[in-house]
């Protein structure tokens, strides 16, 4: 089994190939950084996701939120269809 860690949290966001085909995770937890993002962007607060996920942190939810904002700071993008 190989792990990945993803600064800037490397205990927090893991990539396992066992483990939701490789996704980056919460912690080897089968919580996909994308579920909890897409949660986020849905008007889901923080609070509210711990609430029904209870063996997440929020130091979690904060991990992915950086994570994300990591991977979209991109040089460019072009437009769709172009």
Request: contains cysteine; proline residues 7%; aromatic residues 4%.
């Amino acid at each position: 089994m190989r792990i990945v860690a993803m600064e800037p949290q490397p205990e927090r966001i893991t990539m396992d190939p066992d483990v939701c085909h490789g996704k980056p995770c919460i912690r080897g937890l089968r919580y996909p950084v994308e579920m909890l993002l897409d949660l986020m962007s849905a008007g889901m607060t923080i609070d509210e996701i711990l609430a029904d996920y209870e063996d997440l942190e929020r130091e979690d939810l904060l991990a992915a939120l950086a994570f994300g904002a990591r991977l979209s700071r991109v040089k460019r993008m072009d437009p769709a269809g172009a």
